[in-house]
C-alpha cells in the first residue's frame, strides 16, 4: 500500500491524565499549612482582638492525578514540520483535610486549583513509515489557574478564590500515526512549566486531517 503525503490543516482532540505531583511535594504541603494556619490566627485576631490566640492544628494531603483534556488545530506544512495550536485543560490539583483547635472543634479545608491555557508549539517529525512516525514539540503556553479555597468553622463558611496566570515553555514527545483515510492517532508526554513548577500530562490524541487523500 502506498504511503500517504501528509500535507495541510487537521483538527485533533485528546485526553490524557496530568501529573501534579512537583506542585504537592511535601514542602508545599507545609507551606499551604502555614499559610492556613497564619490566616486563621489573623482572622481570630480582627475578630476577638482581646481574646488569646486558639492553638489550631492541620494535616493536609494533596490529590496528585487528573483528567486533561484539549482540541485544537494543525497545518502539517512538511512532512516533517507541522504547527499547532490548541486549548487545554490541565485539570485540578486539590489539597485538603482537617482543621482543629484546642477545644476539638473540626472544620474541613480544601483549596482546588484549575489550570487551562492556549498554546502554540512546533512539531518535528520523523520521516513515517507505513504512516507511523515518532516527533518532538516545543512552544509557548498562555496559562491561567483560579484556585478556590473554603472551609467551615464554628459554623461559619469561609470562602475564596485567587486567580493567577503567565506565559511559559512547553516541551513534549511521543508517537503518531496517519492512515490513508484522514484519521490518525498520537501518544504524546508533555511537560509544562506552571509558576515556576513542572506539570506533567501523558495523552491519547485523535486526529482528523482534511488534507490526505482519500
Do not use: C
Not at 476577638?48 to 486558639?54: D, Q, R, T, V
Not at 487528573?66 to 487545554?88: C, K
Not at 485539570?91 to 484546642?102: A, F, H, L, M
Not at 512546533?122 to 503556553?141: D, E
Amino acid at each position: 500500500m502506498a504511503e500517504s503525503r501528509f500535507k495541510g490543516i487537521y483538527f485533533f482532540t485528546s485526553i490524557g491524565e496530568s501529573d501534579f505531583s512537583d506542585m504537592t511535594t511535601s514542602s508545599d504541603l507545609s507551606q499551604a499549612e502555614s499559610q492556613l494556619l497564619t490566616s486563621l490566627n489573623n482572622r481570630f485576631q480582627q475578630e476577638n482582638p482581646e481574646a488569646a490566640l486558639p492553638q489550631y492544628s492541620t494535616q493536609l494531603s494533596a490529590q496528585q492525578k487528573s483528567t486533561s483534556i484539549s482540541f485544537g488545530l494543525g497545518y502539517i506544512f512538511h512532512e516533517l514540520i507541522s504547527l499547532e495550536a490548541s486549548y487545554q485543560y490541565m485539570g485540578r490539583v486539590k489539597i485538603s483535610g482537617p482543621v482543629v483547635d484546642e477545644e476539638d472543634n473540626r472544620a474541613e479545608y480544601s483549596a482546588t486549583g484549575l489550570v487551562a491555557g492556549f498554546d502554540v508549539r512546533t512539531y518535528l517529525h520523523t520521516p513515517s513509515y507505513k504512516g507511523f512516525g515518532a516527533f518532538i514539540n516545543w512552544g509557548a503556553t498562555l496559562w491561567s489557574r483560579e484556585t478556590r479555597t473554603r472551609y467551615e468553622f464554628n459554623n461559619e463558611t469561609r470562602a475564596e478564590i485567587l486567580k493567577d496566570n503567565g506565559l511559559e515553555v512547553v516541551f513534549g514527545y511521543g508517537i503518531r500515526y496517519f492512515s490513508q483515510s484522514g484519521f490518525g492517532s498520537s501518544i504524546i508526554w508533555e511537560q509544562y512549566n506552571i509558576g515556576q513548577e513542572n506539570l506533567d500530562v501523558i495523552k491519547a490524541t485523535l486526529l482528523y486531517d482534511f488534507n490526505i487523500p482519500h
